[in-house]
């Protein structure tokens, strides 16, 4: 933080762990997994050899995934502490779940790239930001599901057939496929490479983000935080 | 030696004579235990002698045949490194006497016929497991169908215990051996995850003979009791439905339940669609701030062009009145700055 520098918090310590756990884990599973996916590309067998063998990255696979899903059970407990117990405006400005407004801000995004218009304002969370963690939530339910199922196969033989380890299979690659090439091409960029925050935003990691930046970023989420006097208007 | 002769006062010409026939000897003495000690393991075992003439590479049937002339050289060193390497050849080619050339004794029997017997003898065993195979089967109808050595090989059978076989032997022997006949079930089941690991040296990963037994080559249909069984050597708590898995299904899964050519379909949309759209999303908005960072970029580069110009203009001025040369820097400031403003 620099010394005579606004800052709001963003994160609160929940959120950032969250954050680092699913991305430590994310790559953890990564790194392990795929060599398994292409065994016979050049590049398997190096990998494999790095982690000791195929046991141990199934281990190490294994011991991530574990704590990736521990990230999303107490995600959806904290989901439904917001919603049940502190009523909370599900689609409100400060929710994290899609509303209509960004749609207009997808449209107006889009316009802004073919210089048709000005940059949306935005609220507290970016529609690519509500698409990250939304994708997430649909990621961990189906890699996660599918992973269980071939984690403990005759468990999964003793409620379904055994052509579902098949299914659970091209689920379990193909959306880890998907996930990967997610993170790298649209998220890496939108959240940290993209002009306003290049090289990297350090926001997730240290929860504060300065209020310039915030003004700039996201205008209608200032607006109405100076307008509830949160913070000073710069 | 040499040198104790010398102080006896010997003469020394003969001294030296002697002593190098001496070396000489030793040196033919070593170089002779040398050649034995490597020839000796392929020597000790030959002792039929079959090797002065098999050992030849170019030793050759000449009997006019299909498909020209048939070697008949055998790899000493592969031989004796196998685990029969031990044995003499008549051990296992029973029923030859030895006459030059070779001939067999029992010209009724089929070779394959004395193959199969010169391995039972053995390993009955196994013999008595092949016997109940589809392997067998296939061979007693129509000589074609494969017996021992069509699997094992002959003169390089590996030294590998049982249960303890590396995974580059098991995957060796499914590609090599299974794998030769059976091409299509095994390019199937290396897309599956058994074999994906075991190619990458998880040796308790299963192959081909793990499930289909070594000798008796079950062809292992779901919901049987044999599979059932064959599962269970691995998965313990494996039941009836845990056998529907399929181990050989086709690319793009052609061959298998609609079920899973629907979700196969399903997933490989939402993955190009997902990620064409959002690549897409990112190449857009990357122009957009490509073209932002060249604007800003522009103006330093205009800056920089402008700067350039006013320098060859003023070049100009000064060749066209070289009289005033006195003062150049003034008009290259002031133009300088009016291209940049600009």
């Not at chain 2, 169908?145 to 098991?170: D, M, N, Q, W, Y």
């Not at chain 2, 190449?283 to 960072?293: A, D, F, P, W």
Request: aromatic share 14%; charged share 20%; with cysteine.
């Amino acid at each position: 933080m620099e010394e005579g520098k606004d800052y709001y918090v963003r994160f609160n310590w929940y959120h950032r762990l969250s954050h680092f756990v699913m991305m430590t884990t994310f790559i953890g599973c990564t790194l392990t997994g795929p060599p398994l996916k292409y065994s016979y590309d050049f590049w398997a067998q190096a990998m494999m050899n790095f982690w000791g063998g195929v046991h141990n990255a199934g281990l190490i696979h294994r011991v991530m995934a574990g704590f990736m899903v521990g990230v999303f059970v107490v995600h959806a407990i904290y989901l439904m502490y917001w919603v049940v117990i502190r009523k909370a405006d599900v689609f409100g400005p400060d929710s994290i779940f899609f509303r209509k407004k960004d749609l207009y801000d997808l449209i107006g995004m889009i316009k802004w790239f073919f210089d048709r218009g000005e940059r949306p304002r935005f609220e507290r969370f970016t529609f690519w930001e509500k698409f990250d963690w939304f994708a997430v939530f649909w990621g961990i339910a189906m890699i996660g599901t599918s992973g269980f199922a071939l984690w403990f196969p005759t468990v999964t033989g003793q409620f379904v057939s055994g052509i579902f380890l098949n299914v659970a299979r091209i689920i379990h690659g193909d959306e880890a496929i998907l996930a990967i090439g997610w993170i790298l091409f649209v998220h890496l960029y939108n959240s940290h490479l993209r002009m306003n925050v290049f090289p990297l935003d350090p926001v997730i990691f240290t929860g504060r983000m300065p209020v310039e930046h915030l003004k700039h970023d996201k205008r209608a989420w200032y607006d109405r935080l100076v307008q509830e006097g949160k913070i000073k208007p710069q | 030696m040499g040198r104790r002769c010398a102080e006896r006062g010997h003469p020394r010409a003969g001294l030296g004579r002697l002593s190098r026939l001496r070396r000489l000897e030793a040196v033919l003495g070593l170089a002779l235990l040398l050649c034995l000690a490597v020839a000796w393991p392929a020597a000790a075992r030959d002792v039929e002698g079959c090797l002065i003439c098999h050992g030849d590479p170019d030793f050759v049937d000449t009997t006019p045949t299909e498909g020209g002339p048939k070697s008949l050289y055998v790899d000493s060193a592969t031989f004796v490194e196998s685990v029969h390497g031990e044995l003499a050849c008549s051990a296992c080619h029973k029923g030859f006497v030895l006459t030059i050339p070779q001939h067999q004794v029992d010209v009724e029997k089929d070779f394959r016929q004395v193959a199969i017997e010169a391995c039972e003898a053995c390993h009955p065993d196994a013999f008595m497991s092949y016997q109940t195979s589809s392997h067998a089967k296939f061979y007693y109808q129509d000589e074609a169908g494969p017996i021992c050595i069509s699997c094992h090989g002959s003169h390089a059978i590996k030294r590998v215990r049982l249960g303890e076989e590396t995974a580059e032997f098991k995957m060796e022997m499914a590609r090599d051996s299974c794998g030769r006949c059976h091409e299509d079930y095994f390019d199937r089941a290396r897309d599956e995850f058994h074999i994906k690991a075991l190619n990458l040296g998880y040796e308790r990963a299963a192959t081909c003979f793990d499930c289909h037994g070594y000798h008796e080559n079950l062809a292992l249909h779901s919901g049987e009791p044999e599979t059932v069984e064959a599962c269970r050597q691995c998965h313990p708590g494996a039941n009836a439905g845990f056998t529907y898995f399929q181990m050989h299904l086709e690319p793009h899964f052609l061959n298998a339940w609609w079920g899973v050519r629907a979700v196969y379909l399903f997933f490989s949309t939402l993955l190009i669609v997902v990620l064409v759209v959002g690549i897409a999303y990112t190449t857009v908005h990357l122009q957009k701030e490509t073209r932002i960072i060249l604007g800003v970029m522009g103006g330093g580069l205009g800056r920089l062009f402008g700067f350039i110009r006013a320098l060859e203009e003023e070049s100009y001025r000064s060749t066209g009145e070289s009289d005033h040369e006195r003062e150049p820097d003034k008009p290259t400031r002031s133009g300088a700055d009016e291209e940049g403003g600009a």
